[in-house]
Structure formats: structure tokens, C-alpha cells
């Protein structure tokens, strides 16, 4: 463990993860090198080791690409691609569900190790923190103890989604390993039932432990203390798995494993957050009020956001025109004009803010902007990658009706009222599907929508020619290392 600490530490030396508005708050040491007992014998030791972690996540094998915006979208049929392999590559396989190819068995394996990687991370940090509890000021013990547990779960809870079976279809299935303790050792597989009870029980206690939250009286101090502060670690808190993100994460499990009523109450809870004004709904001038400036993430409503001081790069390297013709990240037409943002009865409008902030379209072709370089690049939004936002809650409100779809109708259309559109006469499985496609676009979430549904992939206008549903399709294979082990 000696030399992940190490290797932490120097990510955390290295990299300038914010802007000057948020350094303080990453409180980094410029230490090239500290034994892990010297590390973990103080409170900033601690900070510094959670800090890392969520560095780490950026990682181009994690969510600052493959579990954001690329690999994971391919597989979600976000993105049109076309026929020449010497533009798209290996890029055609996984939108075939080709998992098997030399290539993506390698990629997966990355992402893998790479989470169970900080999964051990979470873990040495939790063997220590109870033993010295009596270093950390304030709440500081509760509100790093509680997120090192909300990391942990989610990392293990994205692996199952990403690598379990169809929870809906075969929840018994085994899945993957889940590490609670710092041992070293090489853990079975699981069903898959026995790990979402696992990632309940740690959210739980994270929630429990981050009652004390700032964020639930003070708001998610995003702009950050001003100047002179001495000590921003508990400002910036939509940058952390907060207290209500830990909520929202709860909701998206027991919508997973189809616990409805529950997942109806966790996102109830962050609903009356943002009524409360804790993640207020954007509002149209933040979008469109200067055109080169505009709040494309919707940032007031971001209940975690990682902060990702390339996150341009995102855009440079897969949604920005001028790359062509290399490949270039699009929409396919037809979902785009016909269902999505156009079309009768689909629930789409020009007019929508998500629309208009996000996509622009030039030659027949729309580019998606989300994570464009704003005009003010130091702005600490600028950074955010998000991860959880406010209206996937309302969504999962709506789908976690008890009785039929239909009832969840109010929910969306509250969504639909901040999005600048029109209300729905009603809703059908279809809408609802058109509805997170416009609300999570590009952040990683779709394929496990529709794994979750257990319906077919939405590639194009029609489901004509669309692959059904099915185990192959939505079942990644254990990377090779963990079927060996």
C-alpha cells in the first residue's frame, strides 16, 4: 500500500485540479514522498488521502472519459459512427457489443483495475480513521469517514452495473467481489443481490455519518469562503459526495435493484433540496445570457460534479468539429431531429434549454458543446465534470411510481418547466426514455438505463434494425485477471 500512498501523493503534487478559486480547498502538500504511518497520523494526511481519490477518478479510465462520455456512451448508442475503420477504429466493435476483441477485453481491464485500485484506497483510509479519531477538528472525522464509504460504494455499484447481470432478470447471478477490509487478498465474485446490499449498507452509514454536513445548512458553498480564508476544506461541497448526493445515490441503487418505494423516497429527499435552494434549477440567463459564456452543465443543479481541470479536453478530444475528418462524437440524425429535440409527440423543442446550450448545428450535422471551454476558464465550473444532478431525481421519481408510469407525469413535467418547454399530456415508457437521454446526455448514465429497463438500445429514429435486449448485449465479461483470481 506504501506505494499506491506514494503514487497519490505525487498525482496530488502534480496535478493543478482547479482553478486558483478552488486550490485551497485541495490543501495539497508539495511532498515527493511520506510513510504511510506519518501520513495517516494527522487530519491534513487524511485530507490529503481522500483528496487524491477523487483526483484519481478523473482518470481517462474512469469518469474523465470511459465511464463519462466515451466508452460507456458508445454502449448507450449516444453517438453516431461511421463505416471507414481507419477514422473509427475499434469504436464499431463496442457499439456492437463486440467485448471479446483484444482491444476492449484491455480497456475494460483498465477500468477495472483502476476502480478496485481506489476501492483499496477507501479502504486503507477507513482501517485507520477509527483508531485516530481523536486528530480531526470539528466534524472532520464524520465527513471524510462518511465520504470514503460513499466512494467505495460507488465504485463497487458502477462495477455491478457495468459487469453484473440484469439485476431485474436475474438479481441472484454472480457479479462482482466487493472489499470492505484492507487485506490484500483476492475476494470471490458474488451474486448480485449480495453486493447491492453491500453498496446500501455503506451508503447508509455515509449518510448517517454526513448528517453533520455543511452542505444541508449552507448550500454547496460553490463560489467558494472569498478571500483570505485559511481553510476551504468544507466549502465546494457538490465537489464531494455530500450528504444529499449520498441520497441520490441511493435512489439510483434501489432503483436498480427495483426497490421503488424507497428509491421514490431518497429522491424525494434531494427534491426538497432543491426546492429548499440548495440546487436551485438554472435559470435561463445563466444559459443563454451571454453566448459565449453560457452555464452548459446546469451547474446550480449539480448534486456531484467531479472538477477536472483539462475537462476541455473531453471536447477537444471527442465532440469538437474542427477535429474532422478525424472521428467526431455526433448524435444520429434521425434520434436527434425526430425524437429527441424534434418530432411530434416525442416531447422535443428547439426552445429546450438543454438544446440550446449544448448543441450546435452546422452542415446537417449537430456538435455537442457540454464541455466546451467556457469564455471564463478560471471559473471553477469550468472544471465540473458531473456525475449526479438534480434531474435524473425527478426522473427517477417518475419511473419509481408504484402503479404505472403514467402517475409519474408531474415529475417530469416540473423537469420539462425548467427546461423551458412545454408540459406532456402523458407519459409512456418511450417519453420517460427521450427525457433522460435530454437530461444525461454525455455523462455516462444511458447504457444503464436501458439495462436497467431491459430494453432496446435507442441508436436511431426507429427501433427497425436496432438489437433487442439481451444478456450478451448488457453482461460485460470479468476482465481476465478476476476470473483467473
Same mark, same amino acid.
Not at 175 to 202: C, R
Not at 437 to 445: A, F, P, T, V
Given at each position: 500500500?506504501?506505494?499506491?500512498?506514494?503514487?497519490?501523493?505525487?498525482?496530488?503534487?502534480?496535478?493543478?485540479?482547479?482553478?486558483?478559486?478552488?486550490?485551497?480547498?485541495?490543501?495539497?502538500?508539495?511532498?515527493?514522498?511520506?510513510?504511510?504511518?506519518?501520513?495517516?497520523?494527522?487530519?491534513?494526511?487524511?485530507?490529503?488521502?481522500?483528496?487524491?481519490?477523487?483526483?484519481?477518478?478523473?482518470?481517462?479510465?474512469?469518469?474523465?472519459?470511459?465511464?463519462?462520455?466515451?466508452?460507456?456512451?458508445?454502449?448507450?448508442?449516444?453517438?453516431?459512427?461511421?463505416?471507414? #475503420?481507419?477514422?473509427?477504429?475499434?469504436?464499431?466493435? $463496442?457499439?456492437?457489443?463486440?467485448? #471479446?476483441?483484444?482491444?476492449?477485453?484491455?480497456?475494460?481491464?483498465?477500468?477495472?483495475?483502476?476502480?478496485?485500485?481506489?476501492?483499496?484506497?477507501?479502504?486503507?483510509?477507513?482501517?485507520? $480513521?477509527?483508531?485516530?479519531?481523536?486528530?480531526?477538528?470539528?466534524?472532520? @472525522? @464524520?465527513?471524510?469517514?462518511?465520504?470514503?464509504?460513499?466512494?467505495?460504494?460507488?465504485?463497487?455499484?458502477?462495477?455491478? /452495473?457495468?459487469?453484473?447481470?440484469?439485476?431485474?432478470?436475474?438479481?441472484?447471478?454472480?457479479?462482482?467481489?466487493?472489499?470492505?477490509?484492507?487485506?490484500?487478498?483476492?475476494?470471490?465474485?458474488?451474486?448480485?443481490?449480495?453486493?447491492?446490499?453491500?453498496?446500501?449498507?455503506?451508503?447508509?452509514?455515509? /449518510?448517517?455519518?454526513?448528517?453533520?454536513?455543511?452542505?444541508?445548512?449552507?448550500?454547496?458553498?460553490?463560489?467558494?469562503?472569498?478571500?483570505?480564508?485559511?481553510?476551504?476544506?468544507?466549502?465546494?461541497?457538490?465537489?464531494?459526495?455530500?450528504?444529499?448526493?449520498?441520497?441520490?445515490?441511493?435512489?439510483?441503487?434501489?432503483?436498480?435493484?427495483?426497490?421503488?418505494?424507497?428509491?421514490?423516497?431518497?429522491?424525494?429527499?434531494?427534491?426538497?433540496?432543491?426546492?429548499?435552494?440548495?440546487?436551485?434549477?438554472?435559470?435561463?440567463?445563466?444559459?443563454?445570457?451571454?453566448?459565449?459564456?453560457?452555464? *452548459?452543465?446546469?451547474?446550480?443543479?449539480?448534486?456531484?460534479?467531479?472538477?477536472?481541470?483539462?475537462?476541455?479536453?473531453?471536447?477537444?478530444?471527442?465532440?469538437?468539429?474542427?477535429?474532422?475528418?478525424?472521428?467526431?462524437?455526433?448524435?444520429?440524425?434521425?434520434?436527434?431531429?425526430?425524437?429527441?429535440?424534434?418530432? $411530434?409527440?416525442?416531447?422535443?423543442?428547439?426552445?429546450?434549454? *438543454?438544446?440550446?446550450?449544448?448543441?450546435?448545428?452546422?452542415?446537417?450535422?449537430? @456538435?455537442?458543446?457540454?464541455?466546451?471551454?467556457?469564455?471564463?476558464?478560471?471559473?471553477? *465550473?469550468?472544471?465540473?465534470?458531473?456525475?449526479?444532478?438534480?434531474?435524473?431525481?425527478?426522473?427517477?421519481?417518475?419511473?419509481?411510481?408504484?402503479? #404505472?408510469?403514467?402517475?409519474?407525469?408531474?415529475?417530469?413535467?416540473?423537469? *420539462?418547466?425548467?427546461?423551458?418547454?412545454?408540459?406532456?399530456?402523458?407519459?409512456?415508457?418511450?417519453?420517460?426514455?427521450?427525457?433522460? $437521454?435530454?437530461?444525461?446526455?454525455?455523462?455516462?448514465?444511458?447504457?444503464?438505463?436501458?439495462?436497467?429497463?431491459?430494453?432496446?438500445?435507442?441508436?436511431?429514429?426507429?427501433?427497425?434494425?436496432?438489437?433487442?435486449?439481451?444478456?450478451?448485449?448488457?453482461?460485460?465479461?470479468?476482465?481476465?485477471?478476476?476470473?483467473?483470481?
Amino acid at each position: 500500500m506504501k506505494r499506491n500512498i506514494t503514487y497519490l501523493l505525487a498525482i496530488l503534487t502534480a496535478t493543478a485540479i482547479c482553478s486558483s478559486g478552488c486550490s485551497k480547498w485541495l490543501d495539497v502538500q508539495p511532498y515527493d514522498e511520506i510513510a504511510e504511518e506519518d501520513l495517516l497520523s494527522t487530519e491534513d494526511g487524511f485530507r490529503m488521502l481522500l483528496n487524491g481519490i477523487y483526483i484519481e477518478l478523473n482518470d481517462d479510465m474512469l469518469y474523465g472519459g470511459a465511464l463519462s462520455v466515451e466508452m460507456i456512451e458508445l454502449m448507450g448508442g449516444a453517438y453516431a459512427l461511421g463505416t471507414d #475503420d481507419s477514422v473509427w477504429g475499434n469504436y464499431n466493435d $463496442i457499439a456492437s457489443y463486440s467485448y #471479446d476483441t483484444e482491444y476492449w477485453r484491455t480497456r475494460f481491464n483498465e477500468t477495472w483495475d483502476k476502480a478496485y485500485s481506489l476501492i483499496l484506497d477507501c479502504n486503507q483510509l477507513l482501517s485507520a $480513521i477509527d483508531s485516530r479519531k481523536g486528530i480531526f477538528s470539528g466534524d472532520n @472525522y @464524520y465527513i471524510i469517514k462518511g465520504e470514503a464509504l460513499a466512494l467505495r460504494a460507488m465504485l463497487h455499484f458502477d462495477m455491478l /452495473r457495468l459487469f453484473g447481470p440484469v439485476y431485474s432478470r436475474n438479481p441472484d447471478a454472480d457479479s462482482i467481489p466487493y472489499y470492505t477490509e484492507y487485506d490484500g487478498t483476492a475476494h470471490a465474485v458474488q451474486p448480485a443481490s449480495t453486493i447491492a446490499a453491500m453498496v446500501l449498507q455503506d451508503l447508509s452509514e455515509a /449518510r448517517v455519518l454526513l448528517s453533520v454536513d455543511p452542505v444541508r445548512t449552507e448550500g454547496t458553498g460553490l463560489d467558494g469562503p472569498g478571500a483570505g480564508a485559511t481553510d476551504t476544506f468544507l466549502y465546494y461541497r457538490s465537489l464531494r459526495l455530500n450528504y444529499f448526493a449520498v441520497s441520490a445515490l441511493l435512489a439510483r441503487v434501489n432503483l436498480w435493484t427495483g426497490n421503488r418505494t424507497e428509491a421514490f423516497k431518497y429522491a424525494m429527499e434531494v427534491i426538497q433540496a432543491g426546492n429548499d435552494g440548495i440546487f436551485p434549477f438554472v435559470d435561463r440567463a445563466s444559459v443563454s445570457g451571454s453566448p459565449d459564456d453560457p452555464d *452548459r452543465i446546469f451547474s446550480s443543479e449539480v448534486i456531484f460534479a467531479l472538477s477536472h481541470s483539462q475537462r476541455a479536453t473531453l471536447f477537444e478530444d471527442y465532440f469538437d468539429p474542427s477535429r474532422l475528418p478525424n472521428y467526431v462524437f455526433t448524435m444520429e440524425g434521425g434520434l436527434f431531429s425526430n425524437y429527441i429535440y424534434g418530432g $411530434i409527440g416525442t416531447g422535443g423543442s428547439l426552445y429546450d434549454y *438543454r438544446y440550446l446550450a449544448n448543441w450546435r448545428t452546422t452542415g446537417g450535422n449537430s @456538435y455537442f458543446y457540454k464541455y466546451s471551454d467556457m469564455a471564463n476558464s478560471g471559473n471553477i *465550473r469550468n472544471t465540473m465534470i458531473p456525475l449526479i444532478r438534480l434531474g435524473e431525481m425527478y426522473l427517477i421519481a417518475a419511473e419509481s411510481q408504484s402503479d #404505472d408510469i403514467a402517475s409519474g407525469l408531474q415529475y417530469v413535467n416540473i423537469l *420539462r418547466d425548467s427546461r423551458g418547454v412545454d408540459p406532456l399530456p402523458s407519459l409512456t415508457a418511450d417519453l420517460l426514455q427521450y427525457e433522460y $437521454i435530454r437530461e444525461l446526455y454525455g455523462e455516462g448514465q444511458l447504457f444503464f438505463m436501458y439495462k436497467r429497463m431491459f430494453t432496446r438500445v435507442l441508436f436511431s429514429g426507429t427501433a427497425s434494425g436496432n438489437p433487442g435486449p439481451s444478456d450478451e448485449m448488457f453482461v460485460v465479461p470479468l476482465p481476465q485477471s478476476e476470473t483467473e483470481n
